[in-house]
C-alpha cells in the first residue's frame, strides 16, 4: 500500500473509532467553558439525574450539530436554546471535543457524604417546613419529619399563607399536587400545562400561579375549587414567579432567555419584559425588602441585580456552578444563593454586593430562610441530606439526613 493510500485508510479508522472527534477544537478551552453545563450534565459529563443525558464520550461531531441546532432554533428546548445563544462557534468545537475525550463510565471514587448528625428540632424550625424529594416522589416535613406521598419527581413546593394546603409540582406528569397540611393527604392532583417548575401562592391566598416552563405559560389555579381558571402567555421557559406584597405584579423569570416578565395580577396580562444581560437562562428570583431590586439567579453560575424600574443591571456577581436556589433573607439583609453543580452557597450582603461562599456538601440547589431570618435551610441534592445554617454567623449547624433528591423548601412566612 502506497504512502497516500495508507493515510487515507488510517484516516477512516480513526473517523471510525469511538470518541473520535472531526471537530477541531481546543480541549483545555472546553474544560474551562464545561462548568457551564455542570447544573444538569454533571462535572464529569455524566447527568445529574434521568432526564439529562451523558456527554461524556459521545461523539464531538453530533455534539456539535445539536449545540448548533439548538442555537439556530432548529431543535427546541427552552432551556438549551439560552445555553446555546451564549455560546461561538469556537466554544460549540471546544465543549464537543472535551466532552467527547470524557470517559462514558468513569470510575466512581468513593466520598462519604458528611455525617447527618443531627435531628430537626422546633429551634431550628420554630415553623413547619416542607421539602419536596425529587426522586422519591415525596414531600418531607420538618420538624416532625413525616412523609407525604406524593407524584414523580416532585420538585417545587409553596404553602399557603394560612398553612391549609401546600402544593408541589410534577413535571413528569404536567400536575400539580395539593396536600392538606393537617393531616398530609392529597386534595388534588390538578392538570396544568407542560413541565411545571416553580408554584407561587398569591399573598391573599386565592390562586396559585404554576410556570409551565415546555409550554411557555402559567397555569392559575383557583384554590377554592382546586382548578385551573386561566392561562397567562409569558414566552419561552418561564420557570419561577415573585409575586409583589401587595400581589398587584407578579415577576417571571425565563429561562429562555429573554429576561424578566412582569404581569399585572388583575389583568392577567404580561405588561414587560426586561432584559438581563450578563447571565444565561433566567432561573430563580427574589426581591430585596423595598422590592426595587430583583436578585435573579441564572442558569450558570451568576446573580444578576437588577433595577427594576429602570431595568438597569447594577451588577453580575459570580457564584457557584450550575443552576440553584436564591432567598433574600426577610430582614433584607442577605441574598443566599445555591448551586447544583458545586458544594457551596453564595451569601450575598444586598448593600455592598459583598459575597462569601459557604461550603456546605454536594449538589445545593433549594435554599430558604426561616421568617425571623434565624436560620437558613439547604437542600443537598446528591449527599441526600438538609443542611441548616446559623444565619448570625453564616456556619452550618445541622445535617439530617433526608429521601432521594432533596430539591425545594417551602416555609411559611418566606414566599
Sequence with gaps: MNRSLLSSALLLSLAAAPGFAAVNGDLAAGRAKAPMCAGCHGANGIGISAEFPNLAGQKADYLSKQLHAFRDGSRVEPTMKAMASALSDEDIANLAVYFASL???????????PAASAKPTAREFPHATFITMKKSGTV????????????????????????????????????????????????????????????????????????????????????????????I????????????????????????????AVVDTTTRKMVRVIPIPGITGPHNLDLSQDEKTAFVRDFVHHVAVLDIASGEVRKVITVGNGH???????????AVTAAIGDDIVTVIDTQTLETRDIKVGKGPHGVR???????????????????????????VVKRIGVGKFPFWVAVPGNP
Design 140 to 231: 418531607e416535613t420538618f420538624p416532625d419529619e413525616t412523609v407525604w406521598r406524593g407524584g414523580p419527581n416532585m420538585l417545587y413546593d409553596a404553602v399557603t399563607p394560612d398553612g391549609s394546603k401546600l402544593l408541589a409540582t410534577s413535571p413528569s406528569s404536567n400536575t400539580v399536587y395539593v396536600f392538606d397540611i393537617a393531616s398530609g393527604g392529597q386534595l388534588a392532583v390538578i392538570p396544568v400545562g407542560k413541565a411545571p417548575k416553580g408554584v407561587k401562592v398569591s399573598p391573599d391566598g386565592r390562586f396559585a400561579w404554576v410556570s409551565n416552563q415546555g409550554s411557555g405559560n402559567l397555569s392559575v389555579i383557583d384554590l377554592a375549587s382546586l382548578k385551573v381558571i386561566d392561562t
Design 369 to 395: 430562610a426561616s421568617s425571623d431570618s434565624r436560620w437558613i435551610y439547604v437542600t443537598l441534592t446528591k449527599d441526600d441530606q438538609v443542611v441548616v445554617i446559623d444565619a448570625s454567623t453564616l456556619r
Design 103 to 113: 470517559e462514558r463510565s468513569p470510575a466512581k471514587v468513593a466520598k462519604a457524604a
Design 233 to 260: 402567555e409569558v414566552g419561552a421557559g418561564p420557570h419561577n414567579a415573585r409575586f409583589t406584597r401587595d400581589g398587584k405584579l407578579a415577576y417571571v423569570t425565563l429561562q429562555g432567555g429573554a429576561g424578566l
Design 324 to 334: 440553584g436556589g436564591i432567598d433574600v433573607l426577610p430582614d433584607g439583609r442577605h
